[in-house]
């Protein structure tokens, strides 16, 4: 007569958080990586001790004659960009103050950008005018890895994969602890590698807030 285990709800919990946490992982190793290099190299940005942040170079800039109907609103001038130029602008931004630069207020400025994380391209309009300030830069391969990180130049599929990434991160961390706090009591915690874990990040995290 065979025998058939019984596996209890917390066990076969366990099973599940445990086979999630591979997966997330698995799936995010390459980025994790990724983002974990460009991380630090961008965290010694500063001082005089500073690490390489690689290199950016502008290799074009010249004056763009707007036509009439592109000087409406910064969407029409995105809209032609793309039409005639095959310039896809990702960021459209509006500077300065409206009305001018009277009474001690900046010009109001369209700029628009786009690109990738290697060639990137940048747009400045002052409305009103009849032309706009077209720039070109390309960037190192370091470089353009430090744009990738703060997600500019990547494009939708960047975006979607950075941000699965980070949702997997959460998962990774939440699934993590309730797989090393399960079967400890809470004196075990406290006075684990976890507790004091914790305590230099509250402390650190407080010392920066503050």
Do not use: C
């Amino acid at each position: 007569m065979h025998v058939r285990a019984v596996t209890r709800p917390s066990t076969l919990a366990y099973r599940w958080v445990r086979q999630l946490h591979v997966w997330i992982g698995a799936w995010g190793a390459l980025a994790a990586l990724l983002y974990g290099f460009t991380g630090l190299v961008m965290n010694h940005r500063f001082g005089d001790q500073a690490w390489p942040q690689g290199e950016s170079r502008d290799f074009e800039r010249r004056l763009l004659p707007v036509p009439a109907e592109a000087r409406t609103s910064p969407e029409q001038l995105s809209l032609w960009l793309k039409t005639h130029l095959q310039l896809d602008a990702q960021l459209i931004r509006k500077g300065g103050a409206p009305g001018g630069a009277g009474e001690g207020r900046a010009p109001s400025r369209w700029m628009l950008s786009g690109g990738s994380a290697a060639n990137a391209w940048s747009l400045e309009y002052t409305p009103g005018s009849t032309q706009a300030v077209l720039k070109r830069t390309r960037h190192s391969p370091l470089a353009a890895l430090n744009r990738l990180h703060k997600a500019v130049g990547g494009g939708l599929l960047w975006t979607v994969l950075a941000d699965s990434v980070a949702i997997g991160m959460i998962v990774l961390g939440v699934s993590g602890i309730w797989m090393w706090a399960r079967g400890r009591n809470l004196r075990q915690m406290v006075f684990s590698v976890m507790g004091l874990a914790s305590l230099v990040f509250l402390a650190a995290l407080g010392l920066a807030l503050g």
